[in-house]
C-alpha cells in the first residue's frame, strides 16, 4: 500500500515540478508585464505544490531520500510526471493551451481527493484546490480569447491543440499503482475525473471556436519513466546547481 | 502581429473589510474580465487586498489642473470648515 502510494504521490509531485520550471522559462519573457508575473505566480503556486507532494512522497519511502534530493537527484528514467506538462513553452498560445488541458484535470482531480482516505493526501489537494481553481480560470478564459480573438491568435492556437491533443490521453492513464488505490479508497475512479473532463473542455472550446482534432493517436509512458526528447534537456537545466556543487544551499 | 494596444484600466482594491476601495494603479488588459485577473497577479499577490474593482481609464473624467486655483484656493481661507475647534477630552485616542 505505501509502496503504491509513493509512487502516486511522486506523479502527481512531478506533474507540478516539472510544469512549474518549464512555466517559469517565461519569466522576464512574457508577452507583456501582468501575464510575466501571472504566469510566474502559477509557476511558483506549482512549485509549492511540488515541495508539499515530494515532502509527503519522502516520508512514504521510507529512505531518507530528501523531498530536494527525489526533485534535483533521480535521473530522467525516475521521473513519473505526465509527457504533457514536459512539452516545450512554444508561443504564449501554446503555453496556455497545454495548461489549460492540465489545470482542467488538476482541478477536478483536487475536488475527488478532498475525500480520499489517506488524510494527508486530502490535506494536500484541499490546498492546492485553491491555487488550481484560479489557474484554470486564468488558463481557460485565455483559451478563449486567443480562440476567439484575431485570425492569427485562433490559427495558432488551434494548431497547439492539434499538437497537444495527443497527449491527453494519458491524463487518464491506469496502471496496479492506480488500482490498488482505488480499492482502498484513496484515490477516485479516473473514468469519473475522464467524463467530467471531456464536458468542461469541449465547452470551453467550443466558446473559443477551436475544433478538437480528428487524429486520435494518443502517446503514453510518463507515468513509467518513459518520457519525450525534451525532459532530458529540462531536468539539464534544472539539475545543473546540485550536480555541479553537490548539497549546496541558498 | 497587430499592433493595436490594449485598453488601459484603472485599479482599485479593498484592503480589508469596513475600508474604501483604494487606486493602487492602472494596467493593460484586452476586456474588463482579465483586467481584474490580471490586478489579482499584479496587487494583490502579497496578501493586499480583497475586493477588486477596475475601471476603464477612458471613463475617468478628471478636474483639469489649470482649474486648480479657481477650485481649490477658495477652501484655503475658511477655516471653520474644520473640526478643529473643540477641544478633544483626555483618554480620547486615534484623533
Known sequence: MSKALFEYVLRLGDDSLILGQRLSEWCGHGPILEEDIATTNI????????????????HLEGKKRSADELAFLRIDREYKNLLLVEQENGDFGKT???QF????YRKLLFEKLLSSSDEHLAAIA????????????????????????????????????????????????????????KGSGVIPDVSDIQDKWNELV???????TLTI???NWQFDGGRVGKHSEHLGYLLSVMQYMQRAYPNMEW | MTEKEWPLWEVFIRSKQG????????????????AIDNARDVYTRRSEGISIWVVQSTNVFAS????????????????????????????????
Open chain 2, 64 to 95: 483639469s489642473p489649470t482649474d486648480a486655483d479657481a477650485f481649490f484656493e477658495p477652501a484655503n481661507d475658511k477655516v471653520y470648515r474644520h473640526p478643529t475647534f473643540y477641544d478633544v477630552p483626555d483618554g480620547i485616542e486615534h484623533m
Open chain 1, 101 to 104: 488541458l492540465f489545470d482542467a
Open chain 1, 202 to 208: 469541449m465547452n470551453v472550446l467550443a466558446e473559443a
Open chain 2, 19 to 34: 475600508l474604501n476601495h483604494k487606486h493602487v494603479g492602472s494596467l493593460r488588459a484586452a476586456d474588463e474580465e482579465m
Open chain 1, 43 to 58: 509557476a511558483l503556486d506549482l512549485i509549492g505544490q511540488a515541495t508539499t507532494l515530494l515532502e509527503y512522497a519522502a
Open chain 1, 126 to 181: 484541499e490546498k492546492s484546490l485553491k491555487e488550481t481553481k484560479y489557474h484554470l480560470k486564468h488558463s481557460s478564459e485565455w483559451v478563449i480569447r486567443l480562440g476567439d480573438g484575431t485570425e492569427e491568435s485562433h490559427e495558432r492556437v488551434q494548431d497547439s491543440l492539434n499538437e497537444l491533443w495527443r497527449y491527453t490521453g494519458e491524463l487518464f492513464f491506469e496502471d496496479e499503482v492506480d488500482t490498488e488505490l
Open chain 1, 213 to 215: 482534432p480528428n487524429d
Open chain 1, 96 to 98: 496556455i493551451m497545454r
